[in-house]
Structures are given as structure tokens and as C-alpha cells.
């Protein structure tokens, strides 16, 4: 996912002093033509999303919901195809040197499946929510994407194509 995307919508953590911050984001054209190359998808017809940023600990809790329209290619017979994508999300994220944040390197860290996720550590008190956006539509996307009624339709063939047959006409006696 190689290019960064030219949709910057930043929150500062000192505007959250003031209460909640509501957004509501729509790209245009060109940006999301830079999120579907991005995304590794054909296009993005429509991504529009309403994102509130509240104050949580000595950070931000940003949580939101997306509506998109992707094309992507099928993955059985190869046809372009949009489809729509809704999703929800809720993140924290905490300011470098927090005493909220994960464990840095060399500090023990411990994997529980079951346990929220840590906060995102910011580099500065600068939070870019369309970020969290993008992140969180490329985590929606499928992987193997199929096209609607799309059939894989594989047969067998019908000879046997191991060595041992093709050795096994050598040694026949012919009639």
C-alpha cells in the first residue's frame, strides 16, 4: 500500500478541550482515485463517512462509521464489479511518552485475543482521521473478491496424467 493519501483531516487534541469533534468526509474524485490505488482497487466510486473524535484519557477516542462503493476484479472470472462497503470502527489513540501506551521495545508485551486493542501512539498531538477511515475500509475489503453469481466451474481432466501411465502405454502389448 505504497502511496500516502492526499486526504488529510486532522483533529488537534488540544480542540478536544471543547467537547466531542463531529466530521463529516467525502472525498473527491481525485482523492479517491489515490485511496483506490492505494487500496490495490480498480476505483472508488463513493466513500463518505461521519467520524466523532472525543476526548479519552490523556488522548482521543475516534470512532466513526464509512459508506463506500468499490470496484474491484473478480477473483473467479476476472470482470470488474462494484460493491458497497459499510463499516464501523472505534480506536484510541494516546500522545507519544503516555503512560497509557503499549509497552515499547524491550518491555515485555503480552497477547490476549480477547483484550481491546492498545491505543495508537500519535507523533504529535495530531490525529488524522481520514487515515483512520482508509485504514479501516482497506481492513473491510475482501481479500478474494467474487462478483455476484460468479461460478468457479473446474473439471477434472478425464486422462490420467500421472508418468507411470504414460510408462504404463509404453509396456502394453499391442494388438
Known sequence: MGEAVTWPRVVRLHELARGPVTLDLAPDAEQRAAIA?????????????????????????????????????????????????????????????????????????????DAPDAPDVLDGDAIDVAAYVVEHLGLELDPFPRKPGAVFDYAAPETEASPFAALKKLTEPKA
Open 37 to 113: 490505488r492505494r487500496l490495490e482497487l480498480r476505483s472508488l466510486p463513493a466513500l463518505t463517512a461521519r467520524v466523532t473524535v472525543r476526548p479519552w484519557m490523556d488522548g482521543a477516542e475516534i470512532g466513526g462509521r464509512f459508506d463506500a462503493v468499490v470496484e474491484q476484479v473478480c477473483g473467479v472470472s476476472l470482470d470488474p464489479f462494484e460493491q458497497p462497503v459499510v463499516g464501523d470502527f472505534v480506536v484510541q489513540a494516546v500522545p507519544a511518552g503516555s503512560p497509557h501506551a503499549a509497552a515499547g521495545e524491550g518491555g515485555e508485551l503480552e497477547l490476549d485475543p
